[in-house]
Each structure stands twice: as structure tokens, then as C-alpha cells.
């Protein structure tokens, strides 16, 4: 399936795809992350259970301190 | 457009601030000298000697409350500016109330916890806003890796890798660069506002 990541557009060979194997997939071992699907915030308790699916557009945002 | 026009166009705005460290002192201070009438500013921290290496301070007002600090300094720029203050820790039960009127927020906190509290409350609660977040700027030089992206109706401004620590303390020049960078883009939200609602409907 086609996901938008980050505003790219990204090949997924599952037909879905958890949170928590987007993260592993991509590589993704930032401690302190904001994550929406389609808009939405996922929370952390959700990275199991929340799917993303062909055409979502998803945000994965590194946060790092420092202001 | 002349800067009279600027200045007519922002005085009717307001921007919300939330944290008046390093990010948030030196682009409330940017958006004070271009005329946006009103600046809602938030911190419960007080100034001391550490901040004044990149934060929008002075020696002698160490001891007192950022957000009056932060209000007595624009006041010198433009007595004209309404300053709104909130001495008081910014959470989720009181973002939406503080910064209701504000046509754009700045996040401007230091710690990464805090980013990610904001913009997922901003996100659930008025999402229709538009949010400026500071992300990634301690250090010095590698000017070349600063950039702005958009993601949504969230602008982010910064690095996005370097990361605060006793090796890499946030300091002047890059703070203030993208202090300023996160007030540019408030301009552009409320001097190219049409167009940027036109983009978000595409």
C-alpha cells in the first residue's frame, strides 16, 4: 500500500501496519515522538493497536530539547 | 506592501507565546518591533544570569518574572503593544483558554516533553490554529542545517537534531536565529493569510 510519511509519499509492502512497525520499519528509536494519523494524535499506549492504511497520511514528529 | 501597511495589517492580530525563554523572548521582542498589536505571553520561570546568553534579558532584572520582564522590554520598543501576561505553567487544561483569541501560537518552550505536550494538546483541542514550533538549535554554526517545513497547520523551524546538553548549550546566535525564523513565519501566516487557508483546502 501508499502512505504519506512525513509528506512523502512511502511504498508499504503490508496491507496494514501498526504504529510500533512503522517505527521498526523506518528505523525510527526516537524517545519522544508526536504521531498523528489522518490528523489524529496517537498515543503512545496506542502505538499497538492504531492502524494506518492505504492513502493515510501520517506525521511523525522528533521532538528534542533546547529554546 | 510598505511597512505602514504591515503595520496596519498586524495591529489588529494577536500571537500567543508559550514559554518567554530564549525562543519565546526574542521573537515576542521581532513581532513587538513590526507592530503585531497584541502578544499574549506564558511562563511561571523567573530570570537568572544563565538565561541572559541567548533570552531577551538584562542583567538587572534578574530575580523577576519573565513574563514582566519580557512586558517592561517591549514597552520600551512600543508602549503601543498590548501585552497580555500569564504567569503560569502552561498544561493541558489551560492552553485552550489562554490562547483562544491568538491567530497564530508560538511554541517556545525548552524542554522536549513540553514541545510534545503543546502541539498534542494544539492538535486535539484547536487544531484549526496555526502552531510555529522552535526545534533543534543548540549549538553554533551549521547555519546551512537550519530549515522550515510544514506539516499540516504546524510550521517548524530549527535543525531537528541538535539536541540540548553540557556539550551543546542552546546559546545566542542560533536561538535567536530561530527565534526569529519561527517571527518570519508568523508574518507570512497573518500578512499571506488568504492564501495560506486557500493551500490548506486544497
Not at chain 2, 25 to 44: E, K, M, P, Q, W
Not at chain 2, 54 to 77: C, D, P, S, T, W
Not at chain 2, 94 to 123: H, P, R, W, Y
Request: with cysteine; aromatic share 6%.
Amino acid at each position: 500500500m501508499k502512505i504519506v510519511l512525513n509528506n512523502n509519499t512511502e511504498t508499504v509492502e503490508q496491507e496494514d501496519l501498526t504504529i510500533r512497525e512503522l517505527l521498526k520499519w523506518k528505523n525510527f528509536t526516537f524517545r519522544m515522538l508526536v504521531i498523528k494519523i489522518n490528523g489524529k494524535v496517537i498515543s503512545k499506549n496506542d502505538y499497538d493497536n492504531a492502524r494506518i492504511h492505504e492513502g493515510d497520511d501520517v506525521v511523525v514528529l522528533h521532538l528534542i530539547s533546547g529554546g | 506592501m510598505t511597512f505602514e501597511q504591515i503595520k496596519e495589517k498586524l495591529k489588529d492580530k494577536c500571537v500567543g507565546i508559550a514559554g518567554c525563554g530564549g525562543l519565546g523572548s526574542n521573537c515576542a521582542v521581532a513581532l513587538a518591533r513590526v507592530g503585531v498589536g497584541t502578544l499574549i505571553i506564558a511562563d511561571f520561570d523567573v530570570v537568572v544570569e544563565s538565561n541572559l546568553n541567548r533570552q531577551y534579558y538584562f542583567h538587572f532584572q534578574i530575580g523577576k518574572k519573565k513574563v514582566a520582564a519580557l512586558k517592561e522590554n517591549i514597552m520600551l520598543i512600543d508602549p503601543g503593544i498590548k501585552v497580555i501576561t500569564y504567569d503560569i505553567k502552561l498544561k493541558k487544561s489551560n492552553i485552550k483558554k489562554i490562547f483562544a483569541d491568538c491567530d497564530v501560537i508560538v511554541e517556545a518552550f525548552d524542554l522536549a516533553g513540553q514541545k510534545k505536550m503543546l502541539i498534542e494538546t494544539i492538535s486535539e483541542k484547536m487544531a484549526e490554529k496555526y502552531l510555529v514550533v522552535g526545534l533543534g538549535m543548540a549549538g553554533w554554526g551549521k547555519n546551512d542545517l537550519i530549515h522550515c517545513r510544514r506539516t499540516g497547520n504546524i510550521f517548524i523551524c530549527g535543525d531537528e537534531v541538535s539536541e540540548l546538553s553540557p556539550e551543546l548549550p542552546a546559546i545566542a546566535p542560533r536561538v535567536g536565529i530561530v527565534a526569529n525564523m519561527q517571527a518570519n513565519v508568523v508574518l507570512e501566516i497573518l500578512l499571506t493569510n488568504e492564501e495560506l487557508r486557500k493551500k490548506n483546502q486544497e
